[in-house]
């Protein structure tokens, strides 16, 4: 196992090396120069030169990329080109919002796809089946961002249930209670294309695994119906769905960018569209990096979980 | 199961009739809006004036007696990208600088003129204007308790001078030769040249500590320092900034040492979101106030609790044709362009009339404005025969042709962030199209937007843009043919009128006559027809009804909100 | 042998339904077993005989598949009948099977030892540990001689013998009176299906259970069988003693079937197959659904179904060629059968 893991992360290795390639190429080739940059035509042409030398931009693109990356390996992100702050801790401070996020709705999308998709599946054809399978396309369809501002409309806005925004009450005294209210409803919104994906994969799944023989078997056994779902049939069909998770991660850190900015959650998403607008490249490119890095990290776990709960896999 | 999903679908279905219903009903008000902050704005203006509080628009006439006490939460889509002025210049910078920073001067309530903050009078100036002597309070004390001197006047300005000076307010101090604290509240500037604008550049730079900030040896090491980064920048405004919680919020709290009228509200705690989400807030009750953006007002109006501000911009909106290309050369040609574009309509029909015509390079407001401007009818009969007259006429399928027979088409470039002019650049095409003028139209991202049409490029036929105006009405950098090579002048005008009469406006040191030349000067631009000017958009400012002796402009977020209170 | 009936079917009759249409896939098919007895069903691919026996268990695919007729007695009692929880109780403890894909049988995921004892608990109040012990005795009944270490092992680790006595051990963990296996051994090769043979040879024996041995394979039924049920399109054809069939088949099928064996003794003659394949349930013909691959086939026999009928005492058979008043040398039809 621990082979297999390390045999794994070496593999990881020229991914990330390419994936940090081909960003840096993106980042150069994007048009305009770093916003600083663009402001003032009136910045005498030697300011800009001297602005140009001291951000290092004037040296050739290997030279760049390499005292980037080799910046990025010991920890040094380098600073914001716009608020001058290292990147690490403009990281660092909305981090964990992003993973309370994501986690949430990662858990939320679990939950809710996985009895849904089962009932489908046990009811193939039936009006349940059908309902559910609409809802879900739509759910796939229907853009994270309308959701959320129908959600903030009604619920928020209209009804009061929920607060519009922000990740705890202004000014307030840390309250487990009233995180996981302001949480509830932006985890919803991001969760739901993944809902939505989910149920039709454990659908997909549940239905594939019912007509195996080793249900048959197990109905001959005398089980009861719910027993031989649940035992037999659940754990077969979530072992392809687990792989499914780890690839709904880029998903999740998509709509994160959407969701944070609608409902004013602090995270990395929000972060990134702030820097994107601003074209502060040095943040635009970890934070690009770092998704990087959580996919690929997700994908591993995936695999290594996958071959934990899979007898039939050996390392 | 069943009942809950059938539950699911039902609130599906309702949800996507509200969607129709939502797309249906606002198909005027959305399509302005979210063309702010994405301008480029001209370097030294980076602001725009002070407007006359509205009072049909229920901006408050104060009621009373100041009361003490109290706290609002204001919506704001940005944070402050630093907290030391001559490092930044974006708008949620320059309310915080307004916040918890002084200047030697500020603007005044009534106009956009400029009054002494820590300065005890305007500067006392030499008979050759190289010298501007301006005395200090002693009065004066930043938030850390240490007392605000000449020392830190000195400073502040020094940064602007710094080697590697690469913040965004170049020009503002550059006729400042030497800046010297003469006496403990004394600070003399010498000139190279005499300055007109010095005061209004003054009020763009606000004071900071020099007992913080003094040991840093260069710019790059001021820009990142925390007093420029963090809630522990220290100033001598009428509040102090108490917790900076990164995307999330920021807390002021009242100065009891401020050595102004105020403050009065005790917090103002700064929330950040985006614009959709404010205006949620807004209807949640949990903010008290925010700007709204046009498409937002009806929304705006309907909540109960709310007054609304509104003031015009004090900047304009206009299509710039690049004189490089022999199309533009004349300005008959240029005056035609703009007679056939109906600005009203586009104002009427995009905006939901939230702007007025523009005709001439500078606010109504503002103090160069002349009453005696021509203004430019929509006339397309009258802008062919003008175009006649240039030898462009209409051959049989309506095109128009010179004698060469080449067709007069050009392409009209915009960025796509600006959602209100890229609306309107369509409507132009649509309505030169109706006189045989062949326009394409053209949007890409900012950066690539301003690659485009900055030097050395110049890539572009016409473009729609936007300026936000400057305190001092100079616009030199706009339209003085020296420039065009490395300046704002991108479009290339040239004008010997315009340069005489600009060229020193700076050293003329009687205002009134310094404001008749610059008037001259802006007639030329608007009789050359330099730019189309299309509009001055309007913006609007939504405040909870307790606050009292609230005043708007739209170059400040909360404009002398320490003389602002809250009614019990 | 005879005394007591453990399982008797009445004109069992299963069919699919779909948009379109309905087909019948058992037809009315009728035969009992006495306790200890081997009853074979043979027959050749599609005829019917997974069908029958899911039948008895009432594990006809959902949602297409239903029993519409018939009675299934079993100790008295009609299952078909009997509630869905109480049809719980039947399966897996009082009627087992075993299937023919031993492969894929098994359930991936769970160990050999919480498969068996799961199926053990689940019917008798025993604890874990009970369970377990049961279930090693079971493994070392079936011949497995590191039953302990067994119970740990994932399937996918034994070979396909090995999982097929798995699925006997577990069919016969709660001493079933009735155990149903569907082609054991068609799926593994031959000198383990020879071992399987022996292994229920030895069982039935031993245990004296009745068993439902469904194959393909004459060599099978001869070795394990004491009465043979053949079936064809969904049909019972013939029923008879494992000798009589063998020495006297009645019907022209069985006799096919029977040439189509190889002989130990007689290794030259050429395997005779039977020509023409099994007609699909939506393409029987009208008359005997044998009719397109008979030699003896007649005019009558395109056109009338025969019936079932009891020839000699516990042999029945169904063809014209033994009903009264149509003649062997009747209406003999063969070259237009041939063209069709
Ligand atoms: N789920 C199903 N839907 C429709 N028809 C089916 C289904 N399962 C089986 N059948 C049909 O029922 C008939 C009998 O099938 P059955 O499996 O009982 O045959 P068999 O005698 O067991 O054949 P084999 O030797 O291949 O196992 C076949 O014609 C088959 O096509
Ligand atoms: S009934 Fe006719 S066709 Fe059918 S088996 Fe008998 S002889 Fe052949
Ligand atoms: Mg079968």
Request: hydrophobic letters at 40%.
């Amino acid at each position: 196992m621990t082979t297999y893991i390390i045999r794994r992360l070496l593999i990881t290795i020229p991914l990330l090396i390419a994936i940090s390639i081909i960003t840096f190429a993106l980042m150069q080739f994007a048009p305009g120069s770093p916003a600083v940059l663009d402001v003032d035509p009136n910045v005498p042409p030697e300011a800009r030169e001297a602005q140009i030398e001291a951000m290092g931009l004037n040296e050739p693109l290997p030279v760049q990329y390499a005292r980037w990356i080799s910046g990025v390996v010991t920890g040094d992100f380098g600073n914001s080109y716009i608020t001058k702050r290292p990147v690490s801790d403009m990281l660092l401070e909305r981090l964990p919002n992003t993973l309370i996020l994501m986690t949430a709705a990662t858990i939320l999308a679990i939950i809710i796809a996985i009895p849904i998709g089962i009932i489908s599946a046990v009811r193939q054809y039936t009006k349940t089946d059908y309902a559910i399978t609409l809802v879900s396309f739509a759910g796939v369809a229907v853009p994270n961002f309308w959701i959320g501002l129908m959600l903030i409309m009604f619920l928020s806005v209209q009804f009061g249930w929920f607060p519009v925004g922000g990740v705890q009450t202004l000014n307030a005294d840390f309250n487990i209670m009233d995180r996981i209210h302001h949480l509830f409803l932006p985890a919803l919104v991001l969760a739901t294309a993944d809902t939505a994906q989910l149920t039709r994969y454990t659908r997909t799944s549940m239905l594939e695994v019912k007509n195996q023989d080793y249900i048959r078997t197990a109905r001959a056994k005398g089980f009861k119906e719910s027993k031989v779902i649940l035992k037999h049939g659940l754990r077969n069909a979530l072992l392809p769905l687990i792989t499914l998770i780890a690839i709904m991660l880029p998903t999740l850190i998509g709509g994160s960018v959407v969701v944070e900015s609608v409902f004013s959650w602090p995270g990395l998403g929000d972060l990134f569209m702030t820097s994107v607008n601003q074209r502060d490249y040095p943040v635009i490119m970890i934070i690009t990096m770092l998704t990087a890095v959580l996919v690929v990290i997700g994908n591993l776990i995936a695999d290594i979980l996958y071959a934990i709960v899979d007898p039939r896999i050996e390392y | 199961m069943v009942k809950k999903t059938q539950w699911l679908f039902l609130v599906m279905i309702f949800t996507m009739g509200m969607l129709l219903a939502a797309c249906g009903g606002s198909d005027e008000g959305a399509e302005t809006g979210a063309d702010e902050g994405t301008e480029p704005d001209t370097e030294e203006t980076d602001g725009e004036d002070v407007e006359d509080i509205d009072d049909e628009n229920g901006d408050s006439a104060a009621t009373g007696e100041p009361v003490e006490g109290g706290e609002i939460i204001v919506g704001s889509d940005a944070e402050p990208n630093g907290l030391t002025p001559a490092t930044v210049s974006d708008t949620a910078s320059r309310d915080a600088h307004d916040l918890v920073h002084a200047a030697l001067y500020r603007q005044t309530v009534e106009g956009f003129d400029v009054e002494p903050d820590v300065a005890v009078d305007l500067p006392e100036v030499s008979e050759d204007g190289l010298e501007q002597v301006i005395e200090l309070r002693d009065d004066v004390f930043f938030s850390d308790g240490e007392q605000l001197t000449a020392d830190d006047v000195v400073f502040t300005v020094g940064i602007y001078l710094m080697e590697d000076y690469a913040g965004t307010s170049t020009t503002l101090f550059e006729r400042v030769e030497n800046v010297e604290a003469t006496d403990e509240y004394e600070v003399t500037f010498t000139m190279s040249e005499p300055d007109a604008a010095l005061t209004a550049s003054l009020e763009q730079a606000p004071i900071v500590p020099e007992h913080i900030l003094g040991d840093l040896e260069t710019y790059a090491e001021i820009e990142e320092h925390e007093a420029s980064t963090t809630d522990a920048v220290i100033g001598a405004g009428p509040y102090v900034m108490t917790d900076w919680t990164v995307g999330q919020y920021i807390n002021y709290e009242a100065r009891d040492d401020y050595h102004n009228e105020g403050p009065y509200i005790q917090n103002i705690t700064w929330r950040i979101g985006d614009t959709d989400a404010q205006l949620a807030m807004l209807q949640a009750g949990e903010i008290d106030i925010m700007n709204a953006a046009p498409q937002d007002v009806v929304t705006v109006e309907s909540i109960d609790g709310y007054n609304l501000a509104e003031e015009p911009q004090f900047g304009y909106n206009y299509i710039g044709y690049n004189q490089r290309n022999e199309l533009f050369e004349s300005a008959n040609v240029r005056r035609a362009l703009t007679m056939a574009i109906n600005r009203e309509a586009i104002i009427d029909g995009i905006m939901d009339g939230h702007g007025t015509v523009a005709e001439f390079p500078h606010s109504p407001e503002g103090p160069i404005y002349s009453d005696e401007i021509e203004s430019i009818p929509f006339d397309q009969e009258g802008a062919l025969e003008l175009l006649a007259e240039e030898g462009w006429e209409q051959n049989d399928s309506g095109q128009l042709v010179n004698g060469d027979g080449d067709v007069f088409a050009f392409s009209l470039l915009t960025n796509s962030e600006a959602l209100v002019r890229t609306d309107w650049i369509v409507a132009v095409q649509q309505m030169l199209g109706e006189i045989g003028i062949e326009v394409e139209t053209e949007t890409m991202e900012f950066g690539a937007y301003l690659d485009r049409i900055n030097p050395p490029n110049w890539d572009f036929d016409a473009i729609a843009g936007a300026w936000s105006l400057s305190l001092d009405p100079n616009m030199e950098s706009l339209f003085h043919s020296r420039n065009i090579e490395s300046g704002q002048n991108n479009i290339a005008y040239e004008s010997e009128e315009f340069d005489e009469l600009s060229t020193d406006n700076r050293a003329i040191l009687d205002v009134d006559e310094r404001m008749e030349t610059l008037q001259q000067a802006a007639m030329q631009v608007a009789e050359d027809q330099v730019y189309t000017f299309m509009y001055y958009p309007t913006e609007f400012q939504a405040y909870r009804d307790n606050i009292q002796n609230h005043s708007y402009n739209s170059r400040a977020g909360l404009f002398r909100v320490q003389e602002w209170w809250i009614e019990e | 042998m005879g005394q007591e009936t453990v399982i008797e079917l009445k004109d069992v009759t299963t069919s699919f339904f779909s948009r379109k249409q309905e087909l019948t896939v058992v037809d009315r098919v009728s035969f009992s077993v006495e306790k200890g007895e081997t009853v074979a069903i043979v027959g050749e691919s599609g005829s019917g005989k997974s069908m029958t026996s899911l039948s008895i268990m009432q594990l006809v695919p959902a949602p297409n598949g239903k029993i519409t007729n018939g009675e299934i007695i079993f100790n008295g009692e009609d299952l078909l009948k009997k509630s869905k929880k109480d049809m719980h109780k039947v399966r897996g403890n009082d009627i087992s099977m075993i299937f023919q894909e031993p492969m894929s049988s098994l359930n991936p995921v769970y160990t050999i030892g919480e498969q068996l004892r799961e199926q053990l608990m689940y019917h008798q109040p025993l604890s874990k540990r009970e369970a377990h012990e049961k279930g090693i005795e079971m493994l070392e009944i079936v011949g497995f001689a590191r039953a302990r270490e067994m119970m740990r092992e994932y399937p996918h680790r034994l070979s396909g013998g090995m999982r097929q006595r798995v699925m006997i051990a577990m069919a016969l963990s709660n001493n079933p009176k009735l155990l149903i296996a569907d082609e054991p051994t068609t799926a593994l090769d031959v000198t383990v299906q020879a071992q399987i043979l022996d292994l229920m040879r030895g069982l039935s024996k031993d245990y004296d259970s009745s068993i439902i041995l469904i194959t393909h394979d004459l060599g099978v039924v001869a070795e394990l069988a004491q009465r043979v049920v053949v079936m064809y399109g969904g049909q019972v054809v013939e029923e008879a003693k494992i000798d009589e069939i063998f020495d006297k088949p009645l019907h022209p099928y069985t006799e096919g079937l029977l040439n189509s064996m190889p002989k130990l003794n007689d290794e030259q003659t050429r395997l005779q197959s039977i020509p023409g394949s099994v007609p699909t349930p939506d393409n029987f013909p009208k008359g005997c659904r044998f009719v397109t691959r008979c030699p003896y086939a007649m005019q009558v026999c395109t056109e009338e179904q025969p019936t079932l009928l009891e020839k000699e005492t516990g042999h029945k058979v169904r063809c014209f060629l033994h009903e009264e008043g149509v003649g062997k040398d009747g209406n003999i039809d063969r070259r237009s059968k041939q063209t069709q």
